[in-house]
């Protein structure tokens, strides 16, 4: 199985940055794509950002930027670089991977448990 850690949420002024970390563990065939998405009360949730095993990213219109996604495939991590903030980028952020646990079974999705992130205007 794989569990995803989520760490750097908090509480940040408006203008200010944060850093969220989503490292992967366990047993892994195949990690493929790593990504953020966040959920805003009484919002749906929304993807942020995305980023390929070849290092190719997408992100929501939103962030475009003043967000940065990376990965360290050597250390199956995921960041979220998330610079002058604003109080609509209040949500749980919680990252999601793509994993295949051997070369038999099928790709499938793993989510972390979500981390805040509360900017103050």
């Known amino acids: 199985q794989v569990q995803l850690v989520e760490s750097g949420g908090g509480l940040v002024q408006a203008g200010g940055s944060l850093r969220l970390s989503c490292a992967a563990t366990?047993?892994?065939?195949?990690?493929?794509?790593m990504a953020w998405y966040r959920q805003a009360p009484g919002k749906q949730r929304e993807l942020v950002a995305g980023i390929t095993s070849g290092g190719i990213t997408n992100y929501v219109d939103s962030v475009k930027g003043r967000f940065t996604i990376s990965r360290d495939n050597a250390k199956n991590t995921v960041y979220l670089q998330m610079n002058s903030l604003k109080a609509e980028d209040t949500a749980v952020y919680s990252c999601?991977?793509?994993?295949?646990?051997?070369?038999?079974?099928?790709?499938?999705?793993?989510w972390g448990q979500g981390t805040q992130v509360t900017v103050s205007s």
């Open positions: 999601k991977t793509e994993v295949k646990l051997s070369l038999a079974t099928p790709r499938r999705d793993y």
């Open positions: 366990g047993r892994a065939f195949m990690i493929y794509t």
